[in-house]
């Protein structure tokens, strides 16, 4: 079955500090995966997605098929990042996303 | 950009009733819809995929007769909770995958608050 695993429902750090939000995935196919994120009174957007080994806003996420991880890394917390942060799948070749639970961020100055 | 806007953003109202939630898709057509569910403090569930111009496609354990989907045209689709009752009180949020190879893969409304005395 699809699932997408965040453990941590609260992560806190102080400004500065790196920051590590996991994401596990269970899918037989090749994985299409995501990060998303939802600020304060903000609807839900796409912070990155592994395809495009990109770095958005200093995060990174390196999808490990071999520990079906995908975590999100940023070096150094910025007080803005404090946000609600969901992993998610997307399953075979349509749009359907498989959330996470969710993660939230909490950056403390 | 591409915009999804869900309407109304909260209802409230007494058990029994129904209630219709909106999502459209504001400059840009959609032949597809998800529409998720949110439990507080929880993860968002995918209810079911609106096709336009056909049946919806639900998720396994959604009632189907509980949670009408209609994707009546190619910018809307509107979801009807009937006879709700206060275990249908939750979060629901609508999107539409992007009309090109944009950035954002999906476009998500703002959400409805769904409160049922």
């Known amino acids: 079955a699809q699932r997408v695993t965040q453990p941590e429902k609260l992560l806190s750090v102080f400004k500065g500090a790196p920051v590590e939000l996991k994401c596990n995935y269970s899918?037989?196919?090749?994985?299409?995966l995501f990060w998303y994120v939802q600020y304060s009174r903000q609807r839900l957007q796409l912070l990155l997605r592994?395809?495009s080994r990109e770095s958005i806003k200093g995060f990174t996420a390196d999808l490990n098929k071999g520990e079906t991880s995908f975590h999100l890394k940023k070096p150094f917390a910025q007080e803005e990042d404090s946000a609600m942060y969901y992993c998610?799948?997307?399953?075979?070749?349509?749009?359907?996303?498989?959330f996470g639970t969710g993660t939230r961020l909490q950056v403390f100055p | 950009g591409a915009v999804v806007s869900q309407h109304p953003s909260r209802v409230i109202c007494k058990s029994g009733t129904s209630v219709k939630i909106e999502c459209r898709s504001l400059d840009f057509q959609a032949t597809t819809m998800f529409w998720y569910r949110q439990f507080p403090k929880q993860s968002l569930m995918l209810m079911a995929t609106?096709?336009?111009?056909?049946?919806?496609?639900?998720e396994q354990g959604v009632e189907k007769d509980k949670f009408l989907i209609n994707h009546a045209s190619l910018t809307l689709s509107t979801l009807t909770v009937t006879s709700a009752h206060p275990e249908d009180s939750s979060f629901y949020i609508c999107?539409?995958?992007?009309?090109?190879?944009?950035?954002?893969?999906?476009?998500f409304g703002d959400g409805t608050r769904l409160s049922i005395l």
């Open positions: 998610a799948l997307s399953v075979g070749n349509t749009d359907k996303l498989i």
């Open positions: 899918y037989s196919g090749s994985p299409e």
């Open positions: 592994h395809i």
């Open positions: 999107s539409a995958p992007s009309p090109t190879t944009s950035n954002q893969p999906q476009h």
């Open positions: 609106s096709n336009e111009g056909s049946k919806a496609t639900y």
